[in-house]
C-alpha cells in the first residue's frame, strides 16, 4: 500500500473521549503534519460548530484548522443552502450545533415549517415535540438527519444516538430521509476535499468498521481501523481493511 496523501481522522474514539485526548494522539497528530500528510477530520458530531472544535483540539494539542474540520452540523446547512433555499426550516438540534446555520431561516415549531432537521438527541425530544415532527412529516416536510449513527462512545460508556428516532420516523411517517452525515458519500467527498485530495489519495481512520471504514472504502479511500472507541468492538475479515493498528500513535508510526 502507498502511503496516503491525506487522512482524514473520525474524531470520537480516534482523538478523544468525551473530550479527553486519547494518549498519544496529539503527538501524532504533530508527527503526521510533519512529515507532509494532509489532515481532516471527519465527524456525525451535531453539537459544536467547526470554530469551537478547531479550539479544544488544539487545546490538546492538536493544531487542526476550522476548515480543515467536518462536521454533520456543517456539511447539513451546506446541504440546506444549496438544495433547500429559502425553506423555513425547523431545526431539533442542539443550540451551539445552530451557529453553522447563518442565513438559514428557522422556525420555532414543526408545523411552520418546509423542512425537518434532526440532529444529535437529548433530552428535549419528547413524545409530544417528535409527535409534532412526525405530523409535519405526514403533511410533506422532508427529513433530513444530520446522521443516524446508532450509538457513540462516552467517558460513562456507550450512548444512544440518533438512529433510531430518523429510522423510527422513517417508519411512522412512509418516508425517506436525507442523511448526510457518515456513511453518505457525499460527506466523504466534502472532508477530501476540505485537505485538498481525491479520494483515492486519501485514508480514512476511524473506530467503526460499519459507519467510517466500509462507506470510504465504497468510494475509493484506503481505510484504517482503529482499536480505540469503538475500535475494540470489531474483528474485520481479510480485505475489510487496509490497516488495523492499536491507535493514531501507532497508524502514525506505520506511516
Not at 500500500?1 to 474524531?11: H, I
Not at 429510522?167 to 452525515?181: H, K, N, S, W
Request: hydrophobic share 50%.
Amino acid at each position: 500500500m502507498q502511503r496516503p496523501k491525506a487522512l482524514v481522522l473520525d474524531m470520537e474514539g480516534v482523538l478523544h473521549v468525551d473530550w479527553t485526548a486519547l494518549p498519544g494522539a496529539a503527538h501524532a497528530v504533530v508527527r503526521l503534519i510533519e512529515a507532509g500528510i494532509e489532515l481532516a477530520v471527519l465527524t456525525n458530531t451535531t453539537g459544536h460548530s467547526r470554530a469551537d472544535i478547531a479550539a479544544r483540539l488544539q487545546a490538546m494539542g492538536m493544531p487542526l484548522a476550522p476548515e480543515r474540520i467536518v462536521t454533520a452540523a456543517w456539511a447539513t446547512a451546506e446541504h440546506l443552502r444549496e438544495h433547500e433555499a429559502g425553506r423555513r426550516v425547523y431545526a431539533l438540534v442542539e443550540p451551539s450545533g445552530l451557529d453553522e446555520f447563518a442565513g438559514i431561516e428557522l422556525v420555532p415549531t414543526p408545523r411552520e415549517a418546509d423542512v425537518i432537521v434532526l440532529g444529535g438527541p437529548d433530552d428535549r425530544w419528547t413524545y409530544a415535540l417528535l409527535g409534532s415532527v412526525f405530523r409535519a412529516l405526514l403533511e410533506g416536510a422532508p427529513l433530513v438527519a444530520m446522521q443516524s449513527n446508532r450509538w457513540w462512545t462516552t467517558g460513562a460508556g456507550p450512548a444512544l444516538d440518533a438512529g433510531m428516532y430518523v429510522t423510527g420516523l422513517e417508519y411512522a411517517a412512509g418516508i425517506t430521509a436525507t442523511v448526510i452525515g457518515k456513511p453518505s458519500a457525499a460527506i466523504y467527498r466534502r472532508a477530501c476535499a476540505q485537505a485538498g485530495v481525491d479520494p483515492a489519495a486519501a485514508m480514512m481512520v476511524g473506530d467503526d468498521l460499519e459507519s467510517d471504514l466500509r462507506p470510504a472504502r465504497e468510494l475509493g479511500m484506503a481505510t484504517c481501523l482503529v482499536r480505540t472507541g469503538k475500535g475494540a468492538t470489531f474483528s474485520p475479515a481479510p480485505g475489510d481493511v487496509d490497516l488495523h493498528v492499536d491507535d493514531l500513535a501507532a497508524l502514525a508510526a506505520v506511516l
